[in-house]
């Protein structure tokens, strides 16, 4: 199992002193999805945001987790600060969060972003390529930091199984296409194996949108969408 998140369970930091600390974020998303990963023995995919990340890991940027017990590797993935304004502060959390909860803030979308949000996607993809054991993984991506992964991940592991959840809501069909991306996210999104959401509403606002905006064949009855040659089935969870 690999588990791809913006946010690391664990993160290294210098303290003034010189020294190296652990410290583990308050994150229900690493509450969740951990036991998973220590059970399976697998590897978990995020930014390396510590300022002593990279003092802990191997020639592959793995470091063995929980440190007083490893069970499976944090793999790092290093960004540069215009990569995380641009990706993650920017495309991610200016224009697609305000976007998706319809709050009361005008949802902001830059080019530059874009293309850095695309850019990090595609680096989170081939980490995940290179941290696969099998040509079948079981591979669980989280959030809307990553909406074009399944897509890329599928092109280069076309028989894993991905499943993806989406943490916060889906707008109706009217709201999403407000945003200039709308198909390319759309098209990622159905890289997916499973695509889940908080509610069944919020199941019906994106099939709703798939139906609107892209070319796909639509099985309303299993929740499921047929495009590029694969299935995704669109799950409330």
Same mark, same amino acid.
């Given at each position: 199992?690999?588990?791809?998140?913006?946010?690391?369970?664990?993160?290294?930091?210098? @303290?003034?002193? &010189?020294?190296?600390?652990?410290?583990?974020?308050?994150?229900?998303?690493?509450?969740?999805?951990?036991?998973?990963?220590?059970?399976?023995?697998? @590897?978990?995919?995020?930014?390396?945001?510590?300022?002593?990340?990279?003092?802990?890991?191997?020639?592959?940027?793995?470091?063995?987790?929980?440190?007083?017990?490893? #069970?499976? +590797?944090?793999?790092?993935?290093?960004?540069?600060?215009?990569?995380?304004? &641009?990706?993650?502060?920017? *495309?991610?959390? !200016?224009?697609?969060?305000?976007? =998706?909860?319809?709050? $009361?803030?005008?949802?902001? *979308?830059? !080019?530059?972003?874009?293309?850095?949000?695309? @850019?990090?996607? !595609?680096? %989170?993809?081939?980490?995940?390529?290179?941290?696969?054991? @099998?040509?079948?993984?079981?591979?669980?991506?989280?959030?809307?930091? $990553? &909406?074009?992964?399944?897509?890329?991940? /599928?092109?280069?592991?076309?028989?894993?199984?991905?499943?993806? $959840?989406? +943490?916060?809501?889906?707008?109706?069909?009217?709201? %999403?296409?407000? =945003?200039?991306?709308?198909?390319?996210?759309?098209?990622?999104?159905?890289?997916?194996?499973?695509?889940?959401? +908080?509610?069944? *509403?919020? =199941?019906?606002? $994106?099939? !709703?949108?798939?139906? /609107? %905006?892209?070319? #796909?064949?639509?099985?309303?009855?299993?929740?499921?969408? *047929?495009?590029? &040659?694969?299935?995704?089935?669109?799950?409330?969870?």
């Amino acid at each position: 199992v690999i588990v791809v998140s913006n946010r690391e369970p664990y993160i290294h930091n210098r @303290t003034d002193e &010189g020294e190296i600390s652990l410290q583990i974020p308050a994150s229900v998303l690493v509450s969740a999805l951990e036991p998973v990963t220590r059970a399976t023995g697998g @590897t978990w995919v995020a930014h390396g945001s510590g300022s002593a990340d990279r003092d802990v890991v191997d020639a592959h940027d793995r470091v063995a987790v929980p440190p007083a017990n490893p #069970s499976y +590797h944090l793999r790092r993935v290093w960004l540069s600060e215009e990569e995380q304004d &641009g990706y993650y502060y920017g *495309f991610a959390n !200016e224009g697609l969060w305000p976007l =998706c909860h319809i709050a $009361f803030v005008r949802p902001t *979308f830059r !080019e530059p972003d874009w293309r850095m949000y695309q @850019t990090v996607n !595609e680096k %989170f993809a081939d980490a995940v390529a290179a941290e696969a054991k @099998t040509k079948e993984p079981i591979v669980l991506l989280q959030d809307y930091p $990553f &909406g074009l992964l399944p897509r890329y991940v /599928r092109q280069r592991l076309p028989d894993a199984t991905i499943i993806t $959840f989406w +943490h916060i809501p889906w707008p109706n069909s009217e709201t %999403f296409g407000i =945003c200039p991306y709308k198909e390319e996210i759309i098209d990622g999104l159905l890289g997916s194996s499973i695509l889940g959401f +908080h509610t069944q *509403f919020h =199941c019906n606002n $994106f099939i !709703e949108t798939v139906d /609107r %905006f892209i070319e #796909s064949r639509i099985d309303r009855e299993r929740d499921s969408i *047929f495009h590029q &040659g694969n299935e995704t089935l669109v799950r409330p969870y």
